[in-house]
Nanobody, 125 residues
């Protein structure tokens, strides 16, 4: 049983930065693929970034060059550093984990079988 808890959301002006955190427990952290997703009102949940057990990363085009996904295996914590935020980044952000052994870094939500409750990010102009 995996538990994921996000934190670090809030309100920020356009052009600013935020760092989201996700504390993971209940499973071998180092062997899990993890990712960040976001969902705005009226839209489908979309993948933002993913990271594998080997440290490889993948980003959505909207996040490339602005967001950085990382993890701390010692503290079982996933991070998403977000820079140059725009109003289009406003959404509920979710942490996700997959217990698959595959090295595939997926940005598709059905790939993941564990989810946090989310943390809200609001960007104003």
């Amino acid at each position: 049983q995996v538990q994921l808890v996000e934190s670090g959301g809030g309100s920020v002006q356009a052009g600013g930065s935020l760092t989201l955190s996700c504390a993971a427990s209940g499973s071998p952290y180092s062997t899990a693929s993890m990712g960040w997703f976001r969902q705005a009102p009226g839209k489908e949940r979309e993948g933002v970034a993913a990271i594998g057990a080997n440290g490889d990363t993948r980003y959505a085009d909207s996040a490339k060059g602005r967001f950085t996904i990382s993890k701390d295996n010692t503290q079982n914590t996933l991070y998403l550093q977000m820079n140059s935020l725009t109003t289009e980044d406003t959404a509920m952000y979710y942490c996700a984990a997959a217990n698959r052994r595959s090295t595939l870094l997926s940005l598709v939500k059905i790939w993941y079988n564990y989810w946090g409750r989310g943390t809200q990010v609001t960007v104003s102009s």
